[in-house]
C-alpha cells in the first residue's frame, strides 16, 4: 500500500541521515512529497521533521528553522508523544543556537530538558545542558553557564561519554577565557585534549591564551603543535 510504502521510505530517509548520506536522503524527499496525498496526519509529521534534520545537516539553517516549526505546528495538532516531542524540542533548541537566537535556544531546552529527565534520557540531558551552557554564555552569564555545564559534565561522566566530556572542557575553557582567566581556561582547555588530542579549536585557544598571558614561547610551542 503506499502508506506502508511511505512509512518504510521516510524511515529510511531518518537512517541515511543519521549516515549524513545527503544526496540519497534528497532523493528519497523528492520520492515521499509525489506521495503526499497519501500522508497521514503522522507520516506528513515525520516528513516535515527528517526534511528540517536534512537541510540542517547541509547548514542551511533558515531552511531547516522553516521546516522544524512546521513540524512543531503540525506535533501540538497530532497530540505527539512527549518523548517525540522532547526530541523535537531539542532540534530547535540545537538550530536556534546554531542561529545565535539566545532566547529561544533557550526557551526550547527548557521545555526538551524536563521530558528528557524524567524518562532517565541522561544523554539527552546532558546535551540540553549544553546548549544552556552556550546561551548563557553568549549573554555573559557566565556563573549559569558554568552551573550548567558542570551539570552536563556529572552527566556525561555517569554515561562515560568522553567525547561529550572533551566538548565540555573546552567549553568551560571557552568561558574562563571570557572572564578573563587564561590560567584555568588553559587548565581547561588542557583536559579537553588529555581526551581528545585531535581538538585543534583547544590547541589554537591553549596558544591564544599563552599570548594574552605574555608567555609567547609557550604560544609559539602550541601553535607549533597546531
Not at 545565535?100 to 532517565?120: C, R
Amino acid at each position: 500500500s503506499p502508506e506502508l510504502s511511505l512509512t518504510y521510505d521516510l524511515f529510511r530517509m531518518r537512517y541515511l541521515l543519521l549516515c549524513e548520506r545527503f544526496d540519497e536522503v534528497r532523493d528519497l524527499k523528492e520520492k515521499t512529497w509525489q506521495l503526499k496525498d497519501h500522508f497521514t496526519d503522522e507520516l506528513y509529521y515525520y516528513y516535515l521533521n527528517f526534511s528540517g534534520i536534512y537541510f540542517f545537516g547541509l547548514n542551511d539553517f533558515r531552511k531547516s528553522l522553516e521546516y522544524l516549526k512546521q513540524a512543531e505546528k503540525e506535533a501540538e495538532r497530532i497530540s505527539l508523544g512527549d518523548t517525540s516531542m522532547a526530541e523535537l524540542y531539542y532540534q530547535l533548541a540545537l538550530l536556534n543556537t546554531h542561529l545565535f537566537l539566545v532566547s529561544s535556544a533557550m526557551n526550547y531546552t527548557y521545555k526538551a530538558l524536563p521530558i528528557f529527565d524524567e524518562h532517565y534520557n541522561l544523554e539527552r540531558c546532558a546535551d540540553c545542558h549544553i546548549l544552556l551552557g552556550i546561551s548563557n554564555r553568549r549573554i555573559r552569564n557566565y556563573e549559569q553557564s558554568v552551573y550548567h555545564y558542570e551539570n552536563a559534565l556529572k552527566l556525561a561522566k555517569s554515561t562515560n561519554n568522553k567525547q561529550i566530556v572533551a566538548v565540555i572542557y573546552h567549553n568551560l575553557g571557552y568561558v574562563s577565557a571570557s572572564q578573563g582567566n587564561s590560567d584555568k581556561a588553559i587548565e581547561y582547555y588542557k583536559k579537553c585534549l588529555n581526551i581528545d588530542s585531535s581538538y585543534i579549536r583547544s590547541i589554537y585557544l591553549i596558544a591564544k591564551e599563552y599570548y594574552k598571558l605574555d608567555k609567547l614561547s609557550e604560544a609559539k610551542k602550541w601553535i607549533e603543535k597546531g
